[in-house]
């Protein structure tokens, strides 16, 4: 048995990928890590030439054991095919002295997708003849979507996505409310997104319903804590530093840095892991907005939630628990679980926790951590746009700032900035940087926006305003748990 995954707070547990990614995370709350990374390095030479498929062929071989060749391929196959509108899946474009990897040219146009297009496919090959699986997801406005085009269509999966009613933007809202698909459910509710995400966590630890919807047919969720999520993510830190060697940019086993504008600290540990599998990195610089909890930690070793949340500019990025940089203190303190385990009860019980300088000091070693205000991402989107003719989205801006503080120490090592979503998702705040005047509603905005620019909208955000509208409930939040129980009859045994 590839029983190759522990959990960060009891290494006694040992757990294939196949079951890591069915059950989201350890009994004890922990989350699923592969132990030994070192021993997956990848020799870059072999890379040479490959295309991103290829790639993540390699890749995710080494990192899901016991998924079989064939399970893998076709996974890949639908996961990254004619969805994504760049045949590079995430393309590298050089912008004045510094490359961008857009991450943003799967169906929905955030960089979400590269993860949710891939963990469907996966949980097909997890799942018995038997099993049927409903995912429950909360969005704030990117994840619903980004789940909602990967799990469309599976058979014995269905999805239902809640979502703040008047709490995500106009393109988010019809980007949910026209999705098409016999198995996917969206609904508003009359709360916000804390609501949404407490009453999911209660739906999906609640033992009664689980009774009731009998053994065959179990509730889980699409959420970036799941290995499903992380490990398809690691393949672009690959593609990008072999972009740079194809296009004859660098030299084989020369270090680059990587920006990531970061909220969960999901993209940017799937970087460190690239790192352990022989990756030659330098810095990864994180990037925050103005809820800059990870930052206050990179000075003081104390990480604390306990400050006010702040709605910015980069929305995807306002969170005040980084979920998966537990997965962090697990690698720096040298796999010390029973530690990892003391600081998570800490945060849950006091809101705060303080490591150890040791471990802070190799933390430091692998990151720089800075934040970027909401003035300076609309400052930084003007300078990049009028100096080098490339539009940014709010969080790629956010790490833009970053990078540019953190290259004032002297550090020539060649950068790449990871770019989370297209400009057109975000259309509000672009266009408010760079045109003079900006039209009220967000679709004449985005079409001044292009015409202005002449950077051309995707497709799927163009077309958005026209497809019909097949989603409008609107439930109270203590009526979730009975919508649960509608769809899950409604998608799985078609009595509507
Ligand atoms: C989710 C998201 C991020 C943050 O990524 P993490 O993996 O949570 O750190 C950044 N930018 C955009 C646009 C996102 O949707």
């Given at each position: 048995?590839?029983?190759?995954?522990?959990?960060?707070?009891?290494?006694?547990?040992?757990?294939t990928a196949k079951d890591a990614i069915k059950k989201g995370f350890a009994d004890d709350g922990g989350l699923f890590v592969y132990p030994e990374l070192s021993e997956l390095k990848i020799d870059l030479k072999s890379l040479r030439n490959l295309n991103y498929q290829q790639l993540a062929q390699i890749i995710l071989t080494k990192l899901l054991p016991d998924f079989s060749e064939a399970e893998i391929a076709e996974s890949i196959n639908h996961a990254y095919d004619n969805s994504f509108d760049s045949s590079k899946i995430t393309p590298l474009i050089s912008v004045n002295n510094f490359h961008v990897l857009e991450l943003f040219h799967g169906p929905t146009s955030a960089f979400k997708d590269v993860g949710l297009q891939m963990l469907p496919q996966l949980m097909k090959h997890v799942l018995t003849p038997e099993d049927k699986v409903m995912i429950l997801t909360a969005t704030s406005g990117d994840t619903g979507k980004a789940a909602l085009e990967g799990f469309k269509n599976l058979k014995k999966m269905g999805i239902t996505v809640f979502y703040p009613h008047n709490g995500v933007s106009k393109v988010q809202q019809l980007q949910m409310q026209t999705t098409t698909g016999h198995n996917t459910e969206i609904t508003a509710i009359k709360g916000n997104f804390d609501d949404a995400q407490t009453n999911v966590k209660k739906i999906l630890n609640d033992k009664h319903l689980q009774q009731e919807l009998g053994s065959h047919i179990s509730l889980s969720s699409a959420n970036s804590i799941n290995i499903g999520r992380l490990i398809p993510q690691v393949v672009y830190y690959f593609s990008a530093y072999m972009q740079l060697i194809d296009q004859n940019k660098l030299q084989l086993g020369e270090?680059?840095?990587?920006?990531?504008?970061?909220?969960?600290?999901?993209?940017?540990l799937a970087g460190y892991y690239a790192k352990q599998?022989?990756?030659?990195v330098n810095k990864f610089i994180v990037a925050s907005n103005e809820n800059n909890v990870l930052t206050n930690f990179f000075n003081s070793g104390i990480y604390n939630r306990n400050i006010p949340f702040l709605q910015t500019f980069a929305p995807s990025m306002d969170i005040q628990i980084s979920s998966n940089f537990e997965r962090l203190l697990y690698y720096k303190s040298n796999k010390d679980t029973a530690y990892v385990k003391k600081l998570m009860v800490d945060l849950e019980k006091n809101g705060?926790?303080?490591?150890?300088?040791?471990?802070?000091?190799?933390?430091?070693?692998?990151?720089y951590c800075g934040y970027c205000t909401n003035q300076q991402i609309a400052d930084s989107i003007a300078t990049v746009y009028q100096k080098d003719h490339y539009l940014m989205d709010p969080h790629t801006a956010v790490g833009y700032k970053v990078m540019r503080d953190y290259q004032k120490s002297g550090d020539k090592t060649p950068m790449i900035l990871l770019s989370t979503a297209s400009p057109y998702k975000f259309v509000r705040v672009v266009a408010d940087s760079i045109l003079p005047v900006v039209p009220d509603?967000?679709?004449?905005?985005?079409?001044?926006?292009?015409?202005?620019?002449k950077i051309p909208i995707p497709t799927n955000l163009a077309k958005v305003w026209e497809l019909p509208i097949l989603h409008t409930d609107v439930i109270a939040k203590d009526q979730m748990e009975n919508y649960v129980k509608t769809k899950v009859e409604d998608v799985f045994y078609d009595r509507n």
């Amino acid at each position: 048995m590839n029983t190759n995954y522990t959990s960060t707070r009891n290494k006694q547990i040992q757990i294939t990928a196949k079951d890591a990614i069915k059950k989201g995370f350890a009994d004890d709350g922990g989350l699923f890590v592969y132990p030994e990374l070192s021993e997956l390095k990848i020799d870059l030479k072999s890379l040479r030439n490959l295309n991103y498929q290829q790639l993540a062929q390699i890749i995710l071989t080494k990192l899901l054991p016991d998924f079989s060749e064939a399970e893998i391929a076709e996974s890949i196959n639908h996961a990254y095919d004619n969805s994504f509108d760049s045949s590079k899946i995430t393309p590298l474009i050089s912008v004045n002295n510094f490359h961008v990897l857009e991450l943003f040219h799967g169906p929905t146009s955030a960089f979400k997708d590269v993860g949710l297009q891939m963990l469907p496919q996966l949980m097909k090959h997890v799942l018995t003849p038997e099993d049927k699986v409903m995912i429950l997801t909360a969005t704030s406005g990117d994840t619903g979507k980004a789940a909602l085009e990967g799990f469309k269509n599976l058979k014995k999966m269905g999805i239902t996505v809640f979502y703040p009613h008047n709490g995500v933007s106009k393109v988010q809202q019809l980007q949910m409310q026209t999705t098409t698909g016999h198995n996917t459910e969206i609904t508003a509710i009359k709360g916000n997104f804390d609501d949404a995400q407490t009453n999911v966590k209660k739906i999906l630890n609640d033992k009664h319903l689980q009774q009731e919807l009998g053994s065959h047919i179990s509730l889980s969720s699409a959420n970036s804590i799941n290995i499903g999520r992380l490990i398809p993510q690691v393949v672009y830190y690959f593609s990008a530093y072999m972009q740079l060697i194809d296009q004859n940019k660098l030299q084989l086993g020369e270090k680059v840095n990587f920006t990531v504008p970061t909220g969960n600290f999901g993209d940017v540990l799937a970087g460190y892991y690239a790192k352990q599998m022989g990756l030659p990195v330098n810095k990864f610089i994180v990037a925050s907005n103005e809820n800059n909890v990870l930052t206050n930690f990179f000075n003081s070793g104390i990480y604390n939630r306990n400050i006010p949340f702040l709605q910015t500019f980069a929305p995807s990025m306002d969170i005040q628990i980084s979920s998966n940089f537990e997965r962090l203190l697990y690698y720096k303190s040298n796999k010390d679980t029973a530690y990892v385990k003391k600081l998570m009860v800490d945060l849950e019980k006091n809101g705060h926790y303080k490591v150890s300088p040791d471990v802070l000091s190799r933390i430091h070693n692998d990151f720089y951590c800075g934040y970027c205000t909401n003035q300076q991402i609309a400052d930084s989107i003007a300078t990049v746009y009028q100096k080098d003719h490339y539009l940014m989205d709010p969080h790629t801006a956010v790490g833009y700032k970053v990078m540019r503080d953190y290259q004032k120490s002297g550090d020539k090592t060649p950068m790449i900035l990871l770019s989370t979503a297209s400009p057109y998702k975000f259309v509000r705040v672009v266009a408010d940087s760079i045109l003079p005047v900006v039209p009220d509603d967000d679709f004449s905005a985005m079409q001044k926006l292009a015409a202005f620019t002449k950077i051309p909208i995707p497709t799927n955000l163009a077309k958005v305003w026209e497809l019909p509208i097949l989603h409008t409930d609107v439930i109270a939040k203590d009526q979730m748990e009975n919508y649960v129980k509608t769809k899950v009859e409604d998608v799985f045994y078609d009595r509507n």
